[in-house]
């Protein structure tokens, strides 16, 4: 991740093969037919900065109702988690800030 919001953001988080995280305001813009060689996934969801605990943000996927754990300097040992009291009490902080 080059460029990390300093507040809550609608994005898209996007995955390389190589495991580099991305997030951009668009979808990746490659043909169809190469996406599979290029990328792991894209997912359109909300970025929430968390900053505390090894954690670097959340990155919530509202299709499948879950969020990615996002932790400081190993993308590699980001996991997908179900919706918990953690994620909410994160979400909601922000959303009265910067509700989305």
Do not use: R
């Not at 996991?79 to 800030?97: G, N, P, R, T």
Request: aromatic fraction near 16%; hydrophobic fraction near 40%; charged fraction near 25%.
């Amino acid at each position: 991740m080059l460029s990390l919001p300093k507040q809550s953001v609608k994005c898209f988080l996007n995955a390389d093969l190589n495991g580099q995280l991305e997030l951009d305001t668009k979808e990746p813009q490659v043909a169809d037919l190469d996406f599979d060689h290029l990328y792991m996934f894209s997912v359109e969801g909300i970025y929430y900065p968390v900053n505390k605990d090894n954690i670097l943000a959340y990155f919530y996927d509202k299709d499948f109702q879950e969020y990615l754990v996002i932790k400081k300097g190993f993308y590699s040992d980001c996991m997908w988690k179900q919706l918990d009291e953690e994620f909410y009490k994160v979400q909601h902080a922000w959303d009265s800030i910067n509700p989305i």
